[in-house]
């Protein structure tokens, strides 16, 4: 058991806006909570600014960077944005596994030496990874973050989900054909496994330690769920997100840490695992937008609060398009009063206009607090 960054909470100040906090907990509130994935990034002039042609894992690594690239969208939408969340990536779990992992102008992620073979996978398993030292810089930004917020809203704390992470090391990247991961799931289920274990219990670790850092939410990203069958993903992806649920609360009660910090799910289009998924252990499940918001809440019944789900492709259509999706987006999940949280279904695009984005905002606002 590694030992915890000191970092004093009592030195942060509090919170102001604690909305979705009260939202992912179930409670009735005022309006739905608003974020969007990937709210800071290309699609805003001040990050290509901040970033000045500077490789991004540099930046991420870069405390007063990634800070400032984390406030962005909160300083540009001011009170419109209610979460934060750290810029980062989920490419650095296997870095501190040990792989190398570039990213690619134009391209996305490259790892030079992808897990093809038993002895490469081998490797990995048997890399002692030291979370607090090899991420440490990932707590820093958290805390600098935390603190430069001032408590205007919470801030996530972030991962991958272990099936993913499995993706990216077997195939190198992004995909089309899995072909690599596939292989590796079909004809190794228990090399696979093994991996996917080691890649949780990084991922606990990780998330415990943001908490200790500063995170006050934390978000799973399983991106790649759906690329796996009913069955496959009951095996190779539902029970490490499930452990990741229920040994993140142990650890940080280990760490000192008794307060309930709200885990949130998204597993990108595994549809068929919504009635698991809101029996995992997470207080909130985040949906894409293949989901009709109705047929979510029914399915969901009251058990977790749903988060999402316009298309973010809307944003390229006109303010009356932006505005009839939201009233039924919000409408759809129940007028937005109780266990719904405002996203995406993805993330935001590089090309999307950041007027857009905030005519959504203000949109979400406007009809959410109807009634
Ligand atoms: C699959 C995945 C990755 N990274 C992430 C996921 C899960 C979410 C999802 O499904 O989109 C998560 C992520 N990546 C990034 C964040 C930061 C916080 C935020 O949401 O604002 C988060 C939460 C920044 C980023 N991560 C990345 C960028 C772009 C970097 C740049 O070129 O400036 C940013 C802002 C790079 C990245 N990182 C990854 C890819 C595939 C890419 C290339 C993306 C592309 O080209 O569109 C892996």
Redesign the pocket.
Known sequence: MGLARFVDHKEFAPLKNDLILRAARGEKVERPPCWI??????YLPEYHEV?NGRD?FETCRDAEIASEITIQPVRRYAGLLDAA???????VIPQAMGMKVE?V?GK??HFPTPLRTESELRTVLEYEVDVLKELDWAFEAITLTRKKLEGQVPLFG?C?GPW?LLVYMTEGG?SRLFRFAKEWINKRPDLSKKLLQKITDVAVEFLSQQVVAGAQILQV?E?WGGELSCDDFDEFSLPYLRQIASKVPQRLAELGITEKIPLVVFA?GSWYALDKLCDAGYDVVSLDWLWDPKEACRINHGRVTLQGNLDPGVMYGTNEMITKKVERMISGFGGGKQRHIVNFG??TH?FMDPEKIRFFLEECHRIGSEK
Not at 37 to 42: D, K, L, N, P
């Open positions: 994935m990937r709210q800071a990034g290309r970033k991004f969340i750290i810029f980062s990536d989920i490419l990213m102008d996305g992620p972030f991958g993913t992004g990203f991106s990108k993805h993330g590089p």
